[in-house]
């Protein structure tokens, strides 16, 4: 068999799949009719199951734990940890639960269970229109499809310096499996995943450094983030402003040398300076695929590729979210999609939520201040502190607030944020109302607010909007 250049082709499919992260969930029993091909060069579950979202939470859920238990003072409660056991946090998130599931979820998709999936275990490359070269084992292989979902998902971004210098670092991809527990790690970066590593290894008895060379957490609003710069320069050894100059390696660990002629030595470095789509590892430009000016995947707004028919694309390596919960949603858009040609769903990109689990929490959803000014909305603002709700007392909240912004003619909410305990929950009622439009000024009043249950916050808040 061959393709349309001429290309031996070994097998050819209704549909390929290359990632297994949210892209494994498109095949169901309406798909048992179809051949299909999933590719996956590494471990089954993408980013988000094996080194992300969910082991992540596992040691910010001991952190949280830890961190309380050594600030109780407040509670008039005189507590401690008296010790960590790193190789049981280990044994609690991978050897218990992520191993186990990763290796279920490869193990079904070649099992009987599914007869009609065939999984590919090489690294895949485009060779032309809707061809691709991987392999199984040893063996290589040419494989097409009438229809390709690449969800590839995303890699670390290492800087040019660290990567040139040959330290030796780690990423969100190797930290939690270290064999010990560093006594101090210097984390680069400022960002989600540095602010809960950061969290983690300071609670666990770590002492942290944090270099970076714009304030911590600058996407988030003004209120959150000069809150949150305050909070983090009193907990870390923050070095803001500041770059590597210099990186090496020592006998005990590793040696950074800042811009400014500054120092730090640490056990072990954590490179947390975001993730890059991995769309340049695919040769897409040889199946026709193009690559939009930040090297996502060009997708169209129902997730087709702009340039190839038949090629469809989700998640990190297309997505202007690099979100789990966005790519989940961005599959169901797919997976309706290739079921339903003729009725085509929109990638789901309204509206989208984030958080962020470090100590206090963040979440946030829609527009700041700033932006919704520019956009030049006449806005009521109000921030609501946790300390001034009863459940804000009982916890002695000293630094938590709620932050929303509506519209003061439609009584539309324009964003929510919050910084604090449970943010990530509490949030989301203001997601609802962003998603069905509910006017904010019927919110507050038009439904019951458990007392003295830590959403008085948001009612608080709601009801403070001045309209």
Not at 177 to 198: N, T, W
């Amino acid at each position: 068999m061959s393709d349309s250049a001429g290309t031996t082709v070994d097998r050819h499919y209704d549909l390929i799949i290359i990632g297994t992260g949210s892209g494994n969930s498109i095949p169901g029993p309406e798909f048992d009719g179809q051949s299909i091909a999933i590719i996956e060069k590494g471990t089954f579950g993408g980013t988000c199951l094996n080194v992300g979202c969910i082991p992540t939470k596992m040691y910010v859920y001991a952190a949280d734990k830890a961190y309380e238990a050594n600030h109780s003072e407040r509670l008039g409660i005189d507590s401690q940890v008296n010790s960590v056991d790193w190789k049981q946090i280990i044994r609690r998130t991978f050897d218990n639960r992520i191993d186990l599931i990763a290796a279920g979820g490869e193990a079904y998709r070649r099992g009987p269970e599914t007869p009609n999936i065939d999984v590919y275990d090489r690294h895949a490359t485009f060779v032309g229109e809707r061809t691709l070269h991987t392999g199984q084992g040893d063996e290589e292989k040419i494989i097409s499809g009438d229809r390709i979902v690449v969800a590839a998902g995303s890699r670390p971004l290492i800087p040019k310096r660290i990567r040139e210098s040959g330290v030796s670092y780690h990423t969100n991809e190797d930290i939690m499996r270290l064999p010990k527990q560093p006594r101090s790690i210097v984390i680069i970066g400022g960002g989600f995943i540095a602010m809960e590593f950061a969290h983690v290894f300071d609670a666990l008895g770590t002492k942290v450094d944090i270099v970076c060379r714009s304030p911590l957490m600058r996407q988030t609003d003004a209120d959150i983030y000069s809150r949150i710069n305050q909070i983090f320069a009193e907990r870390f050894d923050v070095h803001l402003g500041r770059t590597v100059a210099q990186a090496n390696d020592t006998d005990d660990g590793v040696s950074l040398t800042l811009d400014d002629g500054s120092t730090i030595e640490a056990d072990v470095l954590l490179v947390a300076t975001g993730r890059i789509p991995n769309a340049d590892q695919l040769d897409l430009a040889a199946g026709g695929i193009e690559i939009t000016s930040d090297g996502r995947l060009s997708v169209d707004e129902f997730g087709r590729s702009t340039s190839a028919p038949g090629v469809w694309a989700l998640g990190d390596i297309s997505s202007p979210f690099m979100l789990k919960h966005v790519a989940n949603a961005e599959m169901r858009a797919v997976r309706h999609n290739l079921l339903h040609p003729e009725d085509m769903r929109k990638m789901p990109h309204d509206h989208v939520p984030s958080a962020v689990f470090t100590h206090p929490q963040i979440a946030s959803v829609g527009l700041t201040e700033e932006q919704a000014r520019e956009a030049g909305y006449d806005i009521t603002v109000k921030v609501q502190n946790y300390g001034d709700v009863a459940y804000g007392w009982a916890m002695e909240d000293t630094e938590g607030i709620a932050k929303l912004i509506a519209d003061r003619a439609t009584g539309r909410l324009l964003g929510a944020h919050y910084l604090g305990a449970q943010a990530s929950t509490l949030i989301q009622q203001m997601i609802t109302v962003m998603a069905f439009d509910l006017d904010v000024r019927e919110v507050a009043s038009n439904q019951y607010w458990i007392h003295p249950a830590l959403p008085e916050l948001t009612e608080n808040a709601l009801l403070g909007l001045e309209f």
